[in-house]
């Protein structure tokens, strides 16, 4: 939340980034959308997943499920929050997750908005660094946490 602050409205001001999403947070309990703090996060014993094909372990409060529309997240406490879409899901890792559809690999954010359209063979997303390497088949390119370009296609080969 911090880096995502530090991309929209620039380094600094930390308190209130805080309580704002203090504020956030708090409203979206309100509203059903997470957990209640006494909710254990244990998936195999707080979350029925027998509907789905197939999940993936909870990561950042999300769980990755297949039904036979593809792929998709619920919450832990098993409310659908991206309806199932995808062909192939990375778990969410600082906020974003890397899928992939018919068209290609982009990035989503938790909300299932797209930060890089998937519209690359690979989207190579660095929680570390808040960047992600993208190659259009042949060139690689970067790309901040915000899905701006920073570094154009053109290198054979990029490392961050």
Not at 91 to 119: H, N, W
Request: aromatic share 12%; charged share 20%.
């Amino acid at each position: 939340p911090i880096r995502w602050h530090y991309a929209t409205y620039g380094r600094g001001g930390d308190q209130t980034a805080i309580d704002a999403l203090r504020t956030k947070i708090a409203a979206m309990q309100q509203s059903g959308l997470l957990c209640e703090p006494t909710v254990s996060y244990s998936v195999d014993e707080e979350c029925d997943l027998s509907a789905y094909l197939n999940s993936l372990g909870m990561a950042e409060g999300l769980i990755a499920v297949e039904t036979d529309r593809g792929w998709g997240y619920v919450y832990c406490c098993g409310k659908m929050v991206i309806e199932p879409q995808y062909q192939w899901v990375g778990q969410f890792c600082e906020s974003r997750a890397e899928v992939e559809t018919d068209r290609g690999m982009g990035l989503i954010d938790k909300s299932g908005q797209y930060i890089i359209q998937p519209d690359y063979p690979i989207v190579d997303y660095n929680p570390v660094t808040g960047h992600s390497l993208v190659n259009d088949g042949e060139y690689w390119a970067e790309f901040d946490y915000s899905g701006n370009m920073v570094k154009e296609f053109g290198e054979a080969e990029l490392k961050i």
